[in-house]
């Protein structure tokens, strides 16, 4: 015991470590000591700084480095215990009372959402992708609501609010009761040597038209552009259970209506194509032509090639392809997306709102005050009923069944032969007789177009061989059709040819003095012979 008492602090420290082999004197000093252990290699069990003398702090970077490893360690060996323990809980969970009863709405649902394992690799199990994209959705929804929370960031702008006017369109009565707002802009109608029709696309409204383009030229060509707000739009009514075919009809009354005699032309772009492809499907008779612009193509059409559906869905964004997705399988969920972009009732721009892609023309075309303002008023007016079921309906038509196909529209003549004719028929090179609409189809396709790639409109050539492509290079999905003077006069030469204004009506007054002439002698004629028979009867 009293040996115990008599121990150094050296000694009594190189008990608790072991025997190193390094024996120490009691009068060494501790900057010594610390020497000795670092000589002979130990410099472990020595290191205390007394006085200011010793080995320096690690720095914060090293220690928040160490701190995040150990972290990541103790998460990995967590996550490993809880899997572990759930496997062990879940065997044999299959016989409980809980699983037989969710059994079949699992089975139900995993079936209904099938389709998204087409977006994964084929060697890989779907639930364990499954569970890993879960996993990371939930990590960045937590990093993002983290990210939000700072109160020190510097204050962002808040949207402005949507200006809607007061109602002013002109509207007229169809058939059934509904009522139609149209507009119209160039020659009157009495004047006009072409008319032209014109659907606007989705988040559009009747005061699209041909954006930007001028009444002179309009003038110049004898044209008269009419549109009109698509049902549950602007200020035309709703028609619940629309489709493609009463949209055609909604077409054919309003030319009716407004004087249209003569055939007039439909002008299609982007979402309004599938409106006028149903206008050369149902009432040929009445159309005399079509100017498309990148109309949009059912990605889900059946006669799609593969080939042609994977370049048309890699030019989308994701967001984009998650709306057709909802659009064609949970349509419900769109009203959540569309009352939080353009429902809101708060400005925004196309990419965001759309979920577009744009390219370099299409970016600088938006960023130009007259397309902002053009846009402002074009959305507030589409938006003016606050209804979110126009939109669903118009994104569930667009992904739908069609009621027809695109080959439809020109088909070649099926002929009653018999065997021989058959067989003589498949030697002969004459050409069989097409049916369907077999007027002029243009169509404008911007090959730097993200929005509806060239892959769409190659699509809409082979289905109907008789249509003209123009091809448009570096050219998006706006740059071309909106505010583009050049590009209008070219679009109406090609439709046109050579401008020859409006038509002069001609006098009604001219023919009447002859026509009175011959009148009086007529009668005068009559007069003179009943005179001489009365005078030969004396």
């Given at each position: 015991?009293?040996s115990?008492?008599t ?10 470590v072991?025997d190193?082999?390094?024996r120490?004197?009691a009068?060494v000093?501790?900057?010594a000591a ?5 000589a ?8 205390e ?9 690690e ?20 996550g ?11 065997a044999?969970?299959?016989d409980?009372?809980?699983a037989?009863?969710l ?8 079936k ?5 394992n087409?977006y ?20 960045a929804?937590?990093?993002l609501?983290?990210g ?5 960031a510097t204050?962002?702008?808040q949207?402005?609010?949507?200006y ?12 059934d009761?509904?009522?139609?707002a149209?507009?119209e ?8 040597r072409?008319?032209l ?5 989705f988040?559009?409204?009747?005061l ?14 004898g ?14 009514d ?17 030319a009716d ?13 982007s979402?309004?194509?599938?409106h006028a492809?149903?206008?050369l ?14 109309p949009?193509?059912n990605?889900?059409?059946s ?5 042609e ?5 890699d ?8 709306m ?6 949970f ?6 997306f569309y009352?939080r972009?353009f ?10 709102w759309?979920?577009?892609s744009?390219g ?12 902002n303002?053009f846009?402002?008023?074009?959305v ?10 126009p ?8 992904v739908?069944d069609w009621?027809?196909?695109?080959s439809?529209?020109?088909?070649q003549?099926?002929?009653d032969?018999g065997?021989?004719e058959?067989i ?6 004459a050409e ?5 609409f ?6 404008w ?11 769409s ?17 570096d050219?998006g999905?706006?740059s ?5 003077d ?5 679009i ?11 038509i002069?009506?001609?006098p009604e ?9 011959e ?6 004629e ?8 009365t005078?030969g009867?004396?």
């Amino acid at each position: 015991m009293a040996s115990a008492t008599t121990m150094t602090w050296h000694e009594e420290l190189a008990t608790l470590v072991g025997d190193a082999g390094v024996r120490l004197p009691a009068d060494v000093s501790p900057a010594a000591a610390a020497n000795l252990a670092a000589a002979v290699g130990g410099g472990g069990w020595y290191e205390e700084e007394e006085e200011g003398v010793g080995k320096a702090e690690e720095g914060w970077a090293q220690q928040a480095k160490g701190f995040a490893q150990s972290t990541a360690e103790m998460l990995r060996e967590l996550g490993l215990g809880v899997w572990d323990v759930a496997v062990q809980s879940l065997a044999g969970a299959e016989d409980s009372e809980l699983a037989r009863r969710l059994r079949r709405p699992a089975a139900a649902a995993g079936k209904r959402l099938s389709f998204m394992n087409e977006y994964l690799p084929e060697d890989r199990d779907p639930v364990r992708c499954w569970v890993v994209v879960a996993a990371v959705a939930f990590v960045a929804l937590l990093v993002l609501g983290v990210g939000s929370g700072d109160d020190t960031a510097t204050p962002i702008e808040q949207p402005k609010k949507l200006y809607i006017s007061p109602p002013n369109a002109k509207r007229f009565e169809l058939p059934d009761g509904r009522h139609l707002a149209y507009e119209e802009k160039g020659i009157s109608a009495d004047r006009a040597r072409f008319s032209l029709i014109a659907p606007h696309s989705f988040l559009s409204s009747r005061l699209a038209g041909i954006p930007g383009i001028s009444t002179s030229l309009l003038e110049e060509f004898g044209a008269r552009l009419v549109t009109y707000d698509l049902p549950g739009f602007g200020e035309s009514d709703p028609h619940p259970g629309r489709n493609l075919n009463s949209s055609a009809l909604d077409m054919l009354h309003l030319a009716d209506a407004l004087g249209v005699v003569d055939k007039f032309w439909v002008v299609g772009y982007s979402g309004g194509g599938m409106h006028a492809w149903s206008a050369l499907r149902y009432i040929p008779d009445r159309v005399a032509g079509a100017a498309m612009f990148a109309p949009m193509a059912n990605p889900y059409d059946s006669k799609m090639t593969k080939d042609e559906k994977r370049k048309i869905w890699d030019r989308w964004s994701t967001k984009r392809k998650l709306m057709h997705i909802l659009a064609r399988r949970f349509p419900s969920l769109l009203r959540l997306f569309y009352h939080r972009s353009f429902l809101s009732g708060k400005q925004g721009q196309p990419e965001s709102w759309l979920s577009l892609s744009l390219g370099k023309k299409d970016k600088t075309l938006l960023e130009a005050p007259m397309f902002n303002t053009f846009w402002e008023k074009d959305v507030a007016e589409s938006v003016r009923q606050a209804d979110a079921q126009p939109f669903v309906e118009e994104a569930v038509m667009q992904v739908s069944d069609w009621g027809f196909s695109l080959s439809d529209i020109q088909m070649q003549k099926k002929e009653d032969q018999g065997l021989f004719e058959l067989i003589m028929s498949l030697f002969s090179h004459a050409e069989r007789e097409w049916v369907g609409f077999l007027g002029p189809i243009h169509i404008w396709q911007g090959m730097d177009d993200r929005v509806v790639p060239p892959s769409s409109t190659e699509f809409a050539r082979r289905m109907v061989p008789g249509a003209t492509v123009h091809k448009l290079l570096d050219e998006g999905h706006f740059s071309y059709f909106c505010f583009c003077d050049e590009c209008h006069r070219q679009i109406f030469s090609t439709l046109f040819g050579t401008p020859q204004g409006p038509i002069d009506p001609a006098p009604e007054t001219s023919e009447a003095p002859p026509e009175t002439t011959e009148e009086s002698r007529t009668t005068s004629e009559e007069a003179a012979e009943q005179e001489q028979e009365t005078a030969g009867s004396a």
